[in-house]
């Protein structure tokens, strides 16, 4: 789903840059003033997983490839700001390195794979896991992880389509349909991912860590070992 | 678990990936290609011109073979992990309220 240099118009493109460049800054800025040291190596262990995994296309119907994204992984496990931040190392990095993904689209890329995908995937998370307990932890990521991959498909191909590449109506429908079926497989990797890392490092899930009784949201945070939350703090938006 | 292990785990993961998995990726067009290829009104997109110096996840020296797809994956995965860390300045130090690490 990177969209190459040369078919965007460039109104959508600078448009789609601009958001981008301030979503990334202010991601930094959050995920600066909220991190600790102790989570750079979750943070970084995790960019480098979604990398090698962007980098494993697999079939999905007729003739055609996906591969696995991991917006939602990366936003439910170390939240909207964190994982913005993962996102766009690993888009600028395929970028730079390997041309995948056009420079001037690298904007639009980042804003549906990153700001859309991450942040619906993390909002959708923290919403269920909000309403329905923690027990809504895994079946709400598999839903975040099919949306994700969803709707960030379906605006890039309004996107394109805006931009006079083709209609927008049926590539729109041929780009959700077609990620319907690699969105689950997105879901399932997502899941798998998450109860691995539930396992290897109990606490690293941000929205998990949120919505239960233990502290503020800093994915490294081992619950039982800090103090407990103010209430400006439970509310996860901690200045 | 210690920051040692976490990096162990993670990027051992990540290149077990890169290495076991990568070279044998689906060559067929993507979704968004498929699409383009289907529904585009345009020709193809111009072929492209950035300055990247391993396109297509392999290294130019090595030719096309699996072996370029993995030495381009692991110098992506150290470059990944690099500007995550030069973008990811904490303010914090260390929380000290977490148990102190061996």
């Known amino acids: 789903m990177h969209i190459p240099d040369g078919i965007m118009s460039p109104p959508v493109l600078a448009v789609l840059a601009g958001v981008s460049a301030a979503g990334l800054g202010y991601a930094v800025r959050r995920a600066n003033r909220e991190l600790d040291e102790a989570t750079v190596p979750l943070l970084g262990t995790m960019a480098a997983f979604v990398f090698a995994a962007q980098m494993v296309n697999f079939p999905i119907a007729a003739g055609t490839s996906a591969h696995f994204v991991g917006s939602a992984l990366v936003g439910i496990t170390l939240g909207p700001w964190a ?41 959708v998370h923290r919403l269920a896991t909000a309403w329905l307990g923690p027990r809504a932890h895994i079946p709400a990521a598999f839903f975040a992880a099919w949306l ?33 079926v690699c969105g689950i497989a997105e879901a399932f990797v997502t899941v798998v991912a998450l109860d691995f890392l539930r396992k290897v490092r109990p606490g690293a899930v941000y929205a998990a860590a949120a919505t239960s009784p233990a502290p503020r949201a800093v994915p490294c945070a081992d619950p039982q070992s800090r103090p407990g939350p103010s209430p400006a703090e439970s509310s996860g938006n901690a200045p | 678990m210690t920051p040692r292990r976490t990096w162990l785990l993670g990027l051992g993961l ?43 996840y392999r290294v130019p020296a090595l030719g096309a ?38």
Do not use: K
Not at chain 1, 156 to 164: P, Q, R
Not at chain 1, 168 to 180: E, F, K, S, Y
């Open chain 2, 65 to 102: 073979g699996g072996w370029s797809t993995v030495v381009a994956g692991c110098v992506g995965l150290g470059a990944v992990v690099l500007l995550v860390r030069l973008l990811v300045r904490p303010r914090r130090a260390a929380n000290p309220s977490e148990p102190r690490r061996p």
């Open chain 1, 148 to 180: 994700a991959s969803v709707v960030p498909a379906i605006a890039c191909a309004v996107e394109l389509g805006i931009s006079g590449v083709f209609p927008i109506v049926p590539a729109a429908t041929a780009m959700g349909g077609l990620h319907a």
């Open chain 1, 83 to 123: 994982g913005l931040v993962v996102m766009a190392a690993v888009l600028l990095i395929q970028c730079f390195l390997f041309q995948d993904g056009g420079l001037t689209a690298l904007g639009a890329n980042f804003f549906n794979m990153g700001i859309l995908g991450v942040g619906l995937a993390w909002g």
């Open chain 2, 14 to 56: 990540a290149a077990l990936i890169v290495a076991a998995l990568a070279p044998f990726a689906s060559e067929h067009p993507d979704t968004l290609e498929r699409t383009l290829a289907t529904h585009g009104t345009g020709a193809e997109p111009p072929p492209a011109t950035g300055p990247a110096p391993m396109p297509d």
